[in-house]
């Protein structure tokens, strides 16, 4: 099947509107024809296997310190989708991938499904265990993966419940951080890097129907901290910013739905028009939602901050990805309705008042910076370029430099785009943008359909070629999120 050594697992056929073999994306189905759902087509398509790929071809060369795992998940139905209309981007079985890299070497790719009642009847296998929020047992968390404290974990947000995984990436159980998560989790935790916590901000329809909840993880895997914030509409909150001082609370644009719950969305949430939308800044140690500071800001929605601080004279500062509205006419995902720009929030807690600037106009997205400057002010940003419509999503990497407000660019070259790009310090290094860029690069140019390198870039130069280009076994689809988790974090024993 492949031009190099592989050892995969091929399961009972499954029946999806595009059951694409792992060798490319192919034609589109009669049922696609029919209903085009353009967040089941092309770099989008769901694949249909479980795969093992060991030695994996490079082009330049792996940089030997690299020794861990790049993670990535996203969601891929297993069965055919019942209403390809009604179908949204977000919900789907999750699916891990994985590349292994030790001593300048690829070792290994795979991609597993994230176990659920659904995939475990599907492959004839025992219901895996552990507590799940709400009874959510049919589906397994779909959106981010990554390492903490010692585990490698799915997660999802809406009340999935995480879900700890092997090194090897085979679902382990579910695992409310040991029975000590009340309710629901994020897709989005964020790290403090002086504390080695996590920080959330979590929602749940119907459950918490009229609060969220702020959650912290301890550095020893156990929540510690929790805050219910009362909110109205059952505000989608995918993402959270926090600085030394605050934990921000995104109440904006895009609640629940019930005009998609009429439409059988599955995942009904719309643009609410004429919804006042704030931020709210939570003291990180308070126990009260009464210490809120709440203020307003013009109507938008956000999926992803890039990083947010405190800055010298007291404000709060957070950069992000701004769209002007969301799940308006296109309701089946993010793009249909607005591009995302690079924008500044600057917030004065003292007068509640906010200061609106646009970084840059064209469309970015999925923004990462150095963990090392994570809730400290940062001078870089990096973020994929998204061209909604167009038959690849992602196209060049960005790098923002905010302190000349210089934007230099990596293009992978005609008919290829990067995702997500995943900053990993240097070695021993010092200097900010000292570091790796690692990416998912799909490449339309592939014979048969979508191939997949996974590049790795100098942060310090992105316009430079790419230091290293990792042939995967084949097509992987857009996913959302994924991390670096080196070695050292979750050992390979």
Same mark, same amino acid.
């Given at each position: 099947?492949?031009?190099?050594?592989?050892?995969?697992?091929?399961?009972?056929?499954?029946?999806?509107?595009?059951?694409?073999?792992?060798?490319?994306?192919?034609?589109?189905?009669?049922?696609?024809?029919?209903?085009?759902?353009?967040?089941?087509?092309?770099?989008?398509?769901?694949?249909?296997?479980?795969?093992?790929?060991?030695?994996?071809?490079?082009?330049?060369?792996? *940089?030997?310190?690299?020794?861990?795992?790049?993670?990535?998940? #996203?969601?891929?139905?297993?069965?055919?989708?019942?209403?390809?209309?009604?179908?949204?981007?977000?919900?789907?079985?999750?699916?891990?991938?994985?590349?292994?890299?030790?001593?300048?070497?690829?070792?290994?790719?795979?991609?597993?499904?994230?176990?659920?009642? @659904?995939?475990?009847?599907?492959?004839?296998?025992?219901?895996?265990? !552990?507590?799940?929020?709400?009874?959510?047992?049919?589906?397994? *968390?779909?959106?981010?993966?990554?390492?903490?404290?010692?585990?490698?974990?799915?997660?999802?947000?809406?009340?999935?419940?995480?879900?700890?995984?092997?090194?090897? %990436?085979?679902?382990?159980?579910?695992?409310?951080?040991?029975?000590? %998560?009340?309710?629901?989790?994020?897709?989005?935790?964020?790290?403090?890097?002086?504390?080695?916590?996590?920080?959330?901000?979590?929602?749940?329809?119907?459950?918490?129907?009229?609060?969220?909840?702020?959650?912290?993880? !301890?550095?020893?895997?156990?929540?510690?901290?929790?805050?219910?914030?009362? @909110?109205?509409?059952?505000?989608?909150?995918?993402?959270?910013?926090?600085?030394?001082?605050?934990?921000?609370?995104?109440?904006?644009?895009?609640?629940?739905?019930?005009?998609?719950?009429?439409? !059988?969305?599955?995942?009904?949430?719309?643009?609410?028009?004429?919804?006042?939308?704030?931020?709210? %800044?939570?003291?990180?140690?308070?126990?009260?939602?009464?210490?809120?500071?709440?203020?307003?800001?013009?109507? $938008?929605?956000?999926?992803?901050?890039?990083?947010?601080?405190?800055?010298?004279?007291?404000? @709060?500062?957070?950069?992000?990805?701004?769209?002007?509205?969301?799940?308006?006419?296109?309701?089946? #995902?993010?793009?249909?309705?607005?591009? *995302?720009?690079?924008?500044?929030?600057?917030?004065?807690?003292?007068?509640?008042?906010?200061?609106?600037?646009?970084?840059?106009?064209?469309?970015?997205?999925?923004?990462?910076?150095?963990?090392?400057?994570?809730?400290?002010?940062?001078?870089?940003?990096?973020?994929?370029?998204?061209?909604?419509?167009?038959?690849?999503?992602?196209?060049?990497?960005?790098?923002?430099?905010?302190?000349? !407000?210089?934007?230099?660019?990596?293009?992978?070259?005609?008919?290829?785009?990067?995702?997500?790009?995943?900053?990993?310090?240097?070695?021993?290094?010092?200097?900010?943008?000292?570091?790796?860029?690692?990416?998912?690069?799909?490449?339309?140019?592939?014979?048969?359909?979508?191939?997949?390198?996974? $590049?790795?870039?100098?942060?310090?130069?992105?316009?430079?070629?790419?230091?290293?280009?990792?042939?995967?076994?084949?097509?992987?689809?857009? #996913?959302?999120?994924?991390?670096?988790?080196?070695?050292?974090?979750?050992?390979?024993?």
């Amino acid at each position: 099947m492949f031009t190099f050594g592989v050892h995969y697992q091929k399961f009972t056929a499954v029946n999806m509107p595009n059951p694409a073999a792992f060798s490319g994306v192919t034609a589109m189905t009669d049922q696609l024809t029919a209903v085009i759902n353009p967040y089941l087509l092309d770099d989008r398509a769901p694949v249909s296997e479980e795969v093992t790929a060991l030695d994996l071809p490079v082009v330049g060369q792996i *940089p030997e310190e690299l020794a861990g795992r790049w993670l990535r998940n #996203g969601p891929n139905p297993a069965n055919e989708v019942a209403d390809v209309a009604k179908h949204h981007w977000f919900s789907g079985d999750g699916m891990v991938h994985g590349v292994r890299l030790r001593g300048g070497k690829a070792e290994w790719y795979r991609n597993r499904w994230v176990r659920s009642d @659904v995939i475990t009847d599907k492959l004839g296998e025992p219901a895996i265990g !552990g507590p799940a929020y709400g009874g959510r047992t049919s589906s397994g *968390p779909n959106t981010n993966v990554g390492g903490f404290a010692g585990k490698t974990w799915a997660m999802v947000e809406g009340g999935g419940t995480p879900c700890e995984l092997t090194y090897e %990436l085979d679902t382990v159980a579910r695992n409310a951080f040991e029975d000590t %998560l009340p309710a629901a989790f994020s897709a989005h935790p964020k790290y403090d890097p002086a504390t080695g916590e996590l920080h959330a901000m979590t929602y749940c329809w119907p459950d918490l129907v009229d609060h969220i909840q702020y959650v912290v993880v !301890g550095s020893d895997g156990l929540v510690n901290h929790t805050v219910d914030i009362p @909110v109205a509409d059952m505000p989608m909150i995918h993402d959270i910013s926090i600085t030394e001082r605050f934990a921000v609370v995104f109440d904006l644009g895009v609640t629940i739905s019930f005009d998609a719950m009429a439409k !059988g969305i599955n995942v009904p949430f719309g643009w609410n028009e004429g919804r006042q939308t704030r931020l709210g %800044l939570l003291p990180r140690w308070s126990d009260s939602s009464e210490d809120v500071i709440w203020c307003d800001v013009d109507p $938008c929605a956000i999926f992803h901050p890039l990083n947010a601080y405190d800055d010298a004279d007291g404000n @709060v500062v957070i950069d992000f990805c701004r769209y002007e509205r969301m799940f308006d006419h296109d309701q089946l #995902g993010p793009f249909g309705d607005a591009r *995302p720009t690079l924008d500044r929030w600057t917030i004065n807690p003292d007068t509640a008042t906010v200061n609106e600037e646009r970084v840059d106009d064209r469309a970015h997205e999925f923004p990462r910076h150095d963990p090392r400057v994570g809730l400290k002010q940062h001078r870089y940003g990096y973020t994929s370029e998204v061209r909604p419509g167009e038959k690849l999503l992602h196209g060049a990497t960005f790098k923002t430099d905010y302190q000349t !407000g210089e934007i230099t660019t990596h293009d992978y070259g005609p008919g290829r785009g990067g995702a997500e790009p995943v900053f990993v310090p240097k070695a021993d290094s010092r200097a900010e943008d000292d570091g790796w860029l690692i990416t998912l690069v799909h490449d339309l140019n592939e014979s048969g359909g979508y191939g997949a390198e996974l $590049c790795i870039l100098d942060a310090n130069d992105i316009t430079a070629p790419e230091v290293a280009r990792i042939t995967l076994p084949g097509h992987v689809p857009v #996913g959302f999120h994924g991390n670096w988790v080196p070695d050292t974090s979750v050992s390979p024993s």
